[in-house]
């Protein structure tokens, strides 16, 4: 029982990782992209489209992907060439990615995809009773999304991008005067957060559910966002995060399966009480220490060189 | 060196002719010419918003300058960026801080560099740094967060991180501001060090003292304008002045009248408390202060200095031990209830603690003060009150600014500092704690903020004076005690003999 709780709350929580972890990447150069939910829902129908239409997963991925970056282009294009709002800008793109996916989808409503995500089952790791049956059969996207909050996590703390990404966000003006193309890094670190996103989507309506419906993200996004501010802009504390959420929204189901009888609009409701509290508790953290100090100073401020 | 600059032309490595730069309502360099020898120390002098910080930040890339033209090595040069000014080997250190505070020392000062692999081992950036370090003589942790720094640690680390990169030519803006004075000479040698390497230094300066210590030539600027360039031999320290303030100045060793100490004010007994570094850095400190006294702290940045203004002011919990205002008990109470008491605080961060930047210079001049009914009823502000009020205190305490509804941070650092001590004067305190009150300003500003304080004191206020600056310090205290390391080490009189002594405190010898 447990065991599949657990199991489901890893194949719940892994858009969820894959969309935090791009708003983090996002964030840490100083942009808040709230575009996560829009880019998402892009994301989910292009993957799901082209899969359709060529039967191939891997190309249907790859335009996830880069459907959802080009259009957190547009945001970098207002919010750092232009430097609009960035709350207004990407609200706008939330707005629109869900409008514009709505729009194009209307067609492939009901229409089953060919081929699906099979489970791999990792050599003697998966034979490890219990815990192989919860980590280690899972399908590509699930390991593909832990090894890639890894990869941040290293490129964060072990290379120059790192830093350069941290300057950027943190005291813009320090890079800048440190050599640092601030436009440049602002501009990447958004389309590989868009990336990302989209790889979340697409892995909803290619993986998790697997089919299209309009509002198929339903709000996954903005609890994207929330766990940015619980993992404090770390990828590390990003896979906790996403996975205590996934276990919640794995519970929800669960308990309409046993016929529980509590309204299910009462359930759905419980990822979003929790993230509630969990933004309470990690203000709360917040308040001593070093913590505070993990929020990009120079968040949703726009850079423009003095005189 | 002289030799090697018969390699161009003119003679001049660097050659700026007729820069000329304005601002929205200043016009800030107006057609000026510099020129640098190369290997030479070149002091820029001026008062403050002589135009001194835009010449060299247009000679960095950080501004375009509106019409004029950079020759380097005889060509025609434009910067677009610090970064093409950093392929000339042209690299520039900030008066204000520019660290990214989330990030190690070491890691500051390697960013951007190209010596850096794209996966970097920290251990050996931390080595590199260290050595470095020990190398130009100023100390720093490699490893250490930048925001659990002081601000004197923190320039040390803008220095550091300019003289990482392979640098022809450096430019210092106030580079001693916050130094001590010990860590000043071994800066100065490291300069001289550098230019016998042919290396070329500028460095921004309104401290006569170091023009004629260290410098080859001179430029001096006033109001956006050449004034003239003197090699230092042939020059002195009253033609400076004459030429830097426009007008002769008496050079007396003047002190000010200091007033007589009347009753106990301030009685501070065995206060501890914990600094941000999260490791006690108040350990048990004793003082008192008589009204009509200005008392003097002195230390080395980071000794504890800003956690005892924040103590007293109510900004930082006190662990353990008392504070007692005019015979009452103030640990710990809430800033509002302190300054209520009649306890003003003037912060070391002007911009950021003092003033309010993107508030006009009116509602800075309210900001303790608007909720109090001359100012308004319960709900609406009275703005006819309010602007009779500012244009009052601008005009008394002489705050340069084209309106009251301009935003502060547009004003000068020492305007802003005018603007800090009118609000705070005008409340008419019983106390008055200043951090730093002059840092980085022009004699004649100095000059107005010390006769400001020396005019309180006459009516029985009473002053805490923490100040890196000792020559301040003898001006206007008649009592020193230093801190060093979160403790009193030692209290004295207020004289130029004692200074053997006292600097041997500010190192830790009692």
Request: proline content about 3%; hydrophobic content about 45%.
């Amino acid at each position: 029982m447990l065991e599949l709780l657990l199991y489901s709350a890893i194949v719940a929580g892994t858009p969820l990782l894959y969309a935090t972890l791009g708003e983090i990447i996002t964030e840490r150069s100083g942009v808040l992209n709230l575009g996560v939910e829009g880019m998402m829902t892009v994301g989910a129908f292009a993957g799901f489209a082209i899969t359709v239409i060529t039967g191939n997963l891997f190309l249907g991925l790859i335009s996830a992907g880069i459907s959802a970056g080009l259009l957190s282009l547009v945001h970098a294009l207002m919010c750092v060439t232009l430097r609009a709002n960035q709350i207004v800008s990407g609200l706008g793109l939330t707005i629109f990615g869900i409008g514009l996916s709505s729009y194009l989808g209307k067609s492939l409503v009901g229409v089953p995809v060919q081929v699906t995500f099979e489970k791999i089952e990792i050599p003697y790791l998966s034979e490890i009773p219990w815990i192989g049956a919860i980590l280690f059969q899972h399908n590509f996207l699930v390991y593909f999304a832990i090894i890639t909050s890894i990869g941040v996590y290293l490129i964060f703390n072990k290379t120059k991008t790192g830093i350069s990404l941290k300057a950027v966000g943190d005291n813009p003006a320090a890079a800048d005067m440190a050599g640092i193309n601030v436009f440049f890094v602002r501009y990447m670190a958004i389309f590989f957060g868009g990336i990302l996103c989209g790889l979340g989507g697409a892995y909803i309506s290619l993986a998790y559910t697997p089919f299209w419906t309009d509002m198929i993200i339903s709000g996954r996004g903005w609890i994207a966002i929330a766990l940015v501010i619980f993992s404090a802009w770390d990828p590390r504390l990003a896979i906790v995060g996403a996975f205590l959420f996934g276990c919640v929204d794995a519970l929800a189901t669960r308990f309409q399966v046993m016929g529980i009888n509590i309204s299910p609009y009462f359930l759905r409701m419980l990822p979003y009480i929790f993230t509630i509290v969990i933004m309470i508790l990690s203000t709360k953290k917040s308040m001593i220490g070093k913590k505070a100090l993990s929020v990009p100073a120079a968040l949703t401020l726009p850079y423009h060189r003095e005189g | 060196m002289r030799g090697e600059s018969q390699l161009y032309e003119s003679g001049f490595l660097i050659d700026m002719r007729s820069i000329t730069k304005s601002f929205p309502s200043v016009l800030a360099n107006d057609k000026i010419c510099f020129t640098c020898i190369k290997g030479e120390i070149h002091a820029l002098l001026g008062e403050n918003g002589a135009g001194k910080s835009v010449l060299m930040k247009v000679l960095s890339g950080i501004y375009k300058p509106d019409s004029g033209k950079i020759l380097y090595e005889d060509k025609l040069v434009t910067f677009n960026s610090p970064r093409q000014a950093l392929e000339y080997g042209i690299g520039m250190v900030h008066q204000e801080l520019r660290l990214v505070e989330t990030l190690t020392v070491a890691e500051n000062i390697v960013l951007g560099s190209k010596m850096l692999g794209f996966i970097y081992n920290k251990k050996k950036i931390e080595l590199e740094v260290e050595q470095l370090s020990s190398d130009v003589g100023l100390q720093v942790d490699p490893g250490v967060a930048v925001w659990r720094l002081s601000v004197g640690e923190k320039q040390r680390v803008e220095i550091l991180k300019v003289l990482y990169r392979e640098i022809k030519f450096l430019i210092l803006d106030e580079p001693t501001m916050l130094l001590t004075p010990q860590e000043t000479n071994q800066l100065f040698d490291h300069l001289k060090k550098l230019t016998s390497r042919g290396c070329t230094v500028v460095f921004i300066t309104h401290k006569l003292e170091e023009v004629m210590k260290v410098a080859d030539r001179v430029t001096v600027l006033r109001q956006g304008n050449n004034v003239s360039t003197r090699n230092v031999g042939d020059t002195n320290k009253r033609e400076l002045a004459g030429l830097m303030m426009g007008r002769k100045m008496s050079f007396s060793e003047s002190k000010f009248d200091k007033c007589q100490a009347g009753k106990v004010l301030l009685e501070i007994s065995d206060i501890h408390a914990t600094g941000d570094q999260k490791r006690s850095s108040l350990k048990g400190i004793s003082f008192s202060l008589a009204c009509g006294e200005i008392l003097g702290v002195a230390g080395v940045a980071g000794n504890g200095q800003r956690e005892l203004a924040e103590s007293i002011s109510g900004l930082r919990l006190v662990n353990s031990g008392n504070i007692y205002f005019q015979g009452k008990d103030i640990t710990n109470l809430h800033p509002r209830r302190i300054i209520d008491a009649g306890i003003s605080y003037i912060p070391e961060d002007r911009i950021g603690m003092g003033v309010v930047p993107d508030l006009s210079v009116a509602d800075n001049l309210i900001l303790k003060d608007y909720f109090y009914s001359r100012f308004g009823s319960r709900l609406i502000l009275n703005k006819a009150a309010i602007d009779c009020h500012c244009d009052e205190l601008i005009k008394g305490f002489l705050i340069k600014t084209p309106h009251r509804n301009i935003p502060a941070k547009l004003l000068s650092g020492g305007n802003i500092q005018r603007l800090i001590l009118a609000r705070e004067i005008s409340r008419n305190p019983k106390l008055i704690v200043a951090v730093n009150p002059t840092r980085g300003l022009d004699i004649g500003a100095i000059e107005a903020i010390h006769k400001m304080f020396l005019k309180q004191i006459s009516t029985g206020v009473g002053i805490i004076v923490i100040s890196e600056d000792l020559d301040e310090l003898f001006d206007i205290s008649s009592r020193l005690i230093v801190l060093y390391e979160g403790k009193v080490l030692g209290t004295f009189d207020s004289d130029r003999k004692m200074i053997e002594d006292i600097g041997l405190a500010m190192g830790g010898v009692n």
